[in-house]
């Protein structure tokens, strides 16, 4: 107990001295997120209490509209407690002041409740005309369709073929504080979304467990991703730099785990890395038609477990949120099953279907090291052949 209270105690201490540095402070947030690409934390930018201002021009419009909506309340809040300090000062007791008594002034009522519909009237019309512009995903450039899944977002390419997964890539032992935190702790994915700078995208959002919700506060994007459901938003970001964001909506228990990382690059970058994705698709494919060792499949699919798979049924196969990978009926059991519950999930549990998350080959790799894994030692394979024929033929 007494350790909270210091603790709290020395907290208040900060957050007050800070609060003298408030002025100063809001001026450098100002600079650093006008600045493109990775802002670094620095200790001024994580103490500064306003909302950021992003780097898009619905954003910068949003921020506006925040400030203004401030000002007006900070200019009734001085006329209201003005008018009542002035009141309680000057019309005291103790300076003889008498009561006035009379009752029911039409005049006052009408003024406070039409003073106050003016002034609501007044804040929505530059709200009302925010909206519509953020609401307005009509002539866009690009579509890009986002759907969420526990835990990770998936991102299509609408007319281009190109389709992957971002998974969060800060590693487990940073995550349990057996290592330092990196500097983009959680905010870091091994596929960002690309887009091209000057250049409407638009975003079709849909989720494909529970609801979640793709945010990224420096573009003022943020929009929930409900099951069978498509909402769309857009943006057009000015500046190449990398933004990052987190889903915004409790969706279970690695909610925190799955951010959003979006690198806006030149049109010309984006082109080529656009080219370069669909190369890497034809290559999957390629890939699918080998048939490797167990050695390599083993060391593939520990790779793909580990990416995956890990944080459900724990590092060492023995379970977590998912159940043990020991020796159990799946594991040691038919190839058939095996496969079959990667594939396709297990209905009404955590266990999602991986058949269109991962490429036959990885789901063969993983299939083959869970078999030959922490004893279970089976000694047999999937190639990915074998996955291939068993979609084709369920
Ligand atoms: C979101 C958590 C989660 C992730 C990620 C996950 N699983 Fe599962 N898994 C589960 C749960 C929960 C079950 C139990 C399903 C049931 O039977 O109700 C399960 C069941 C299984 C089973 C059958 C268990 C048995 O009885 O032997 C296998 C095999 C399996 N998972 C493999 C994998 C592999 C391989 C991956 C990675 C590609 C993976 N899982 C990723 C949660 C997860
Ligand atoms: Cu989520």
Same mark, same amino acid.
């Given at each position: 107990m007494?350790?909270?209270?210091?603790q709290?105690?020395?907290?208040?201490?900060?957050?007050?001295?800070?609060?003298?540095?408030?002025?100063?402070?809001?001026?450098?947030?100002a /600079?650093?997120?006008?600045a493109?690409?990775?802002?670094? !934390? *620095? &200790?001024?930018?994580?103490?500064?209490? $306003?909302?950021?201002?992003?780097?898009?021009?619905?954003?910068?419009?949003?921020?506006?509209?925040?400030?203004?909506i401030?000002?007006?309340?900070v200019?009734?809040?001085?006329?209201?407690?003005g008018?009542?300090?002035?009141s309680?000062?000057?019309?005291?007791?103790?300076v003889?002041?008498?009561?006035?008594?009379?009752?029911?002034?039409?005049?006052?009522?009408?003024?406070?409740?039409?003073?106050?519909?003016?002034?609501?009237?007044?804040?929505?019309?530059?709200?009302?005309?925010s909206?519509?512009?953020?609401?307005?995903?009509?002539?866009?450039?690009?579509?890009?369709?986002?759907?969420?899944?526990?835990w990770?977002?998936?991102?299509?390419?609408?007319?281009?073929?190109?389709?992957?997964?971002?998974?969060?890539?800060?590693?487990?032992?940073?995550?349990?504080?057996? /290592?330092?935190?990196?500097e983009?702790?959680?905010?870091? !994915? *091994? &596929?960002?979304?690309?887009?091209?700078? $000057?250049?409407?995208?638009?975003f079709?959002?849909?989720?494909?467990?529970?609801?979640?919700?793709?945010?990224?506060?420096?573009?003022?994007?943020?929009?929930?991703?409900?099951?069978?459901?498509?909402?769309?938003?857009w943006?057009?970001?000015?500046e190449?730099?990398?933004?990052?964001?987190?889903?915004?909506?409790?969706?279970?228990?690695?909610?925190?785990?799955?951010?959003?990382?979006?690198?806006?690059?030149?049109?010309?970058?984006?082109?080529d890395?656009?080219?370069?994705?669909?190369?890497?698709?034809?290559?999957?494919?390629?890939?699918?038609?080998?048939?490797?060792?167990?050695?390599?499949?083993?060391?593939?699919?520990?790779?793909?477990?580990?990416q995956?798979?890990?944080?459900c049924?724990?590092?060492?196969?023995?379970?977590?949120?998912?159940?043990?990978?020991?020796?159990?009926a799946?594991?040691?059991?038919p190839?058939?099953?095996?496969?079959?519950?990667?594939?396709?999930?297990?209905?009404?549990s955590a266990?999602?279907?991986?058949?269109n998350?991962l490429?036959?080959?990885?789901?063969?790799?993983?299939?083959?090291?869970?078999?030959?894994?922490?004893?279970?030692?089976?000694?047999?394979?999937?190639?990915?052949?074998?996955?291939?024929?068993?979609?084709?033929?369920?």
């Open positions: 007494r350790l909270i209270t210091t709290l105690a020395r907290k208040g201490l900060l957050v007050l001295s800070r609060a003298a540095a408030f002025p100063a402070l809001l001026a450098t947030s /600079a650093t997120w006008a493109p690409g990775d802002a670094v !934390v *620095d &200790e001024a930018k994580r103490w500064v209490v $306003n909302m950021t201002e992003g780097v898009t021009a619905v954003s910068r419009e949003i921020f506006d509209l925040h400030m203004l401030f000002w007006i309340c200019a009734i809040a001085v006329v209201v407690f008018v009542m300090f002035w309680m000062l000057m019309h005291r007791k103790s003889g002041a008498k009561a006035a008594s009379f009752h029911e002034s039409t005049m006052v009522e009408i003024a406070w409740t039409v003073l106050p519909f003016v002034i609501l009237v007044l804040m929505a019309i530059p709200a009302t005309s909206l519509i512009k953020i609401y307005d995903t009509s002539e866009a450039d690009i579509d890009i369709k986002i759907v969420g899944y526990q990770k977002w998936q991102y299509e390419y609408l007319g281009e073929d190109v389709s992957f997964f971002s998974n969060l890539t800060t590693s487990q032992d940073e995550i349990y504080g057996r /290592a330092p935190r990196g983009h702790y959680l905010l870091e !994915v *091994d &596929e960002p979304l690309v887009i091209p700078i $000057n250049k409407k995208v638009r079709l959002i849909t989720a494909n467990d529970v609801l979640h919700a793709w945010w990224v506060p420096a573009l003022a994007v943020k929009r929930d991703a409900i099951p069978g459901y498509i909402n769309d938003a943006t057009i970001v000015e190449p730099g990398i933004y990052r964001g987190q889903c915004a909506e409790l969706c279970g228990k690695a909610h925190g785990f799955m951010p959003i990382v979006v690198h806006a690059m030149e049109e010309q970058d984006y082109n890395w656009l080219v370069e994705k669909k190369k890497e698709a034809v290559e999957i494919a390629k890939m699918n038609e080998l048939i490797l060792p167990l050695d390599e499949m083993y060391a593939r699919g520990e790779e793909v477990y580990l995956s798979c890990a944080a049924h724990g590092v060492d196969g023995k379970g977590g949120v998912g159940p043990s990978m020991v020796g159990t799946i594991t040691t059991g190839m058939q099953g095996h496969v079959d519950v990667l594939v396709n999930g297990v209905q009404g266990m999602q279907a991986f058949g998350q490429s036959e080959l990885d789901l063969a790799a993983v299939v083959t090291y869970e078999r030959n894994a922490w004893g279970n030692n089976m000694g047999d394979m999937v190639q990915a052949v074998d996955v291939l024929n068993y979609k084709k033929n369920q």
